[in-house]
């Protein structure tokens, strides 16, 4: 199971840790994303962190989120820093896949991902 949790109310230019916890072993072997989704809108891309670490971003976010984790104790990671109104939404985790590479374009694709957390509300006031 993917457990998110961190999302809260903060003023926008502030910032917002997201964690995702995952149960179960070798959580190395997953890649893992980070999608949003606004009232009455798609589920969109994030961020992304493969198995080796490589990371991919949204444009829209690129430069001001972070995505990490910490195989240790089986945790993702999304720092997010100069937050925006439209930054606003229901954040959710995910994973592919045991052993499943991703790719630029991959990446960015819901159906690449087959576990999903329940997500965790980000509120950014203006």
């Known amino acids: 199971q993917l457990q998110a949790s961190g999302g809260g109310l903060v003023e926008a230019g502030g910032s917002l840790r997201l964690s995702c916890a995952v149960s179960?072993?070798?959580?190395?072997?997953?890649?893992m994303a980070w999608f949003r989704q606004a009232p009455e809108r798609e589920r969109v891309f994030v961020a992304a962190i493969s198995i080796l670490g490589r990371t991919f971003y949204s444009d829209s976010v690129k430069g001001r989120f972070t995505v990490s984790r910490d195989n240790a104790i089986n945790t993702a990671y999304l720092q997010m820093n100069s937050l925006r109104p439209e930054d606003a939404a229901v954040y959710y985790c995910?994973?592919?896949?045991?052993?499943?590479?991703?790719?630029?374009?991959?990446?960015?694709?819901?159906?690449?991902?087959?576990?999903w957390g329940q997500g965790t509300l980000v509120t950014v006031s203006s």
């Open positions: 995910a994973r592919t896949r045991f052993n499943t590479g991703i790719s630029e374009m991959t990446a960015r694709a819901t159906d690449t991902y087959y576990d």
């Open positions: 179960g072993s070798l959580f190395s072997k997953y890649a």
